[in-house]
T-cell receptor
C-alpha cells in the first residue's frame, strides 16, 4: 500500500452539492493528519487538522477511521470557489510529512 | 497574519549552475522544511530542519542539496550543480512544533533549469 493514497478525480459536482473524498494511509502509528487545499501553481494552504476522530469547520468535516486507516473530507453546499486540489497529508516520521497525490474538485455552476 | 515568504518567485538557471533558494519562516516557528513539486506531480518532502541541524531527509535530498539557517530569520536551500530534472516548484514550510503541528507554506520558488 502506498504511504498516502487518494483518488485523483476529478470530481465534477454542481454548486450546492455535497462531496466527499477519502484518503488511505499505511502507517498505523500515525497520530494526526491534515487536509490542505492547493490551487493551480500555488502553495498548499491548510484546510483542516485531524487529531482524533474528526474535526468540523463550517461546511467542511474531516473524519478519521483508524481501524480502516483512512481519513475523509466532506464538503457541504459546494461553492464555485471550492474548486481546487485537496491534498491529504500524514506523518511519515517524526519530522517528515507525506502528501497524497491530491483529489481534484471542480464545482460547476 | 504572519506568513512564510520565499525569494525569488522564479529562478532560471543553466544546467550545472548553483542556485540558492531563500525562505523566511514564521518568526516564532522552530521547525523548517523544504518540499518540491514537479509540474503535474505530488508534493514531495525533501528535508526538515530543527535546532540548526537536519532532522530528516528524503532519498531525493542527495549530496547536491544542502540547507542552512545563516541567521535568525533566513532558511536556505542550495542546489550545487543543477540538473534538468531539478526543474520544479520548491516550497518552504515552517511549523511551531514537531511532527504533529500544522505546517504553513510559502508561495514557492519556481526553478527552471535549462
Amino acid at each position: 500500500r502506498k504511504e498516502v493514497e487518494q483518488d485523483p478525480g476529478p470530481f465534477n459536482v454542481p454548486e450546492g452539492a455535497t462531496v466527499a473524498f477519502n484518503c488511505t494511509y499505511s502507517n498505523s502509528a500515525s497520530q494526526s493528519f491534515f487536509w490542505y487545499r492547493q490551487d493551480c501553481r500555488k502553495e498548499p494552504k491548510l484546510l483542516m487538522s485531524v487529531y482524533s476522530s474528526g474535526n468540523e469547520d463550517g461546511r467542511f468535516t474531516a473524519q478519521l477511521n483508524r481501524a480502516s486507516q483512512y481519513i475523509s473530507l466532506l464538503i457541504r453546499d459546494s461553492k464555485l470557489s471550492d474548486s481546487a486540489t485537496y491534498l491529504c497529508v500524514a506523518p511519515g516520521g517524526t519530522y517528515k510529512y507525506i502528501f497524497g497525490t491530491g483529489t481534484r474538485l471542480k464545482v460547476l455552476a | 497574519e504572519p506568513e512564510v515568504t520565499q525569494t525569488p518567485s522564479h529562478q532560471v538557471t543553466q544546467m550545472g549552475q548553483e542556485v540558492i533558494l531563500r525562505c523566511v519562516p514564521i518568526s516564532n516557528h522552530l521547525y523548517f522544511y523544504w518540499y518540491r513539486q514537479i509540474l503535474g506531480q505530488k508534493v514531495e518532502f525533501l528535508v526538515s530542519f530543527y535546532n540548526n541541524e537536519i532532522s530528516e531527509k528524503s532519498e531525493i535530498f542527495d549530496d547536491q542539496f544542502s540547507v542552512e539557517r545563516p541567521d535568525g530569520s533566513n532558511f536556505t536551500l542550495k542546489i550545487r550543480s543543477t540538473k534538468l530534472e531539478d526543474s520544479a516548484m520548491y516550497f518552504c514550510a515552517s511549523s511551531l512544533g514537531q511532527g504533529y503541528n500544522e505546517q504553513f507554506f510559502g508561495p514557492g520558488t519556481r526553478l527552471t533549469v535549462l
